[in-house]
């Protein structure tokens, strides 16, 4: 399941968007956005350094079992929260929410070698696994500092994995998050942190987002929907003009 970059580059546009030109090299999975046709938004919480914030957060899912979300943790929070809080990664996979890799310690993978950040990745999984007493299917990585390189192709190549960027980014004061998310389209993928801020602007967007019949999905899901269409609208083909490479969902 490979789709080429350049025909999601050539779907973006926004002001986080590198253009083709500037990131010829990348030949994986890259996704800003999912799907167009779908009420649909992914919301993702990088980080997750704060164990009171992700519990809060927790509940506040709870009080919305309809609305599934993405966790992106940096690998040393993973045993650091499940020391403080046993089973908080098992209960929200259980939940339905999803996790990706974020490194183990928040570097940025440009400056690392492919072999490093494949040692890496492999720290972070392990760890993950660890905590779930699972072998966990790791589908998306969301690379710090927002930066796509080599490295980040690489990896995503080695492992698999899906690079997953977003289209509504940066966070910010809860009133200026909400009119960004009450401007989004379908397949908007919706960058948060854990923390206070971002805790606030989710407890004031969920219930409108109910209200407005929004569904909040996984990145999976989203890039499932993605996949579905690309394959409906293209068949299994390359696109002309387009030297990536290209394979059927199905
Ligand atoms: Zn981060």
Redesign the pocket.
Known sequence: MKIGAAALFGLSAGRFIPSVEETPYFSSPLLWHGSRKFRRMAFTY??CYLLNKMQALEKLLDEYPEFKVTFFPVGQKIPHLEEQDRGIWKRLVEKGHEIGY?TYD?VNLGVMSPAAALMDYDKWRDALNQALGMEYETRFVRP?YDIISHTLDVLCRERGLVAALFSIGGGGEPDVVARAIQKGRGGDIVQM?IRTQDYNSSVQVFPWLRENRWELATMSRLYDDYLRETAGMEGCENNPGISLTKTCAE
Do not use: A, R
Request: proline residues 17%.
């Open positions: 990088d980080d974020h928040h710090p942190h």
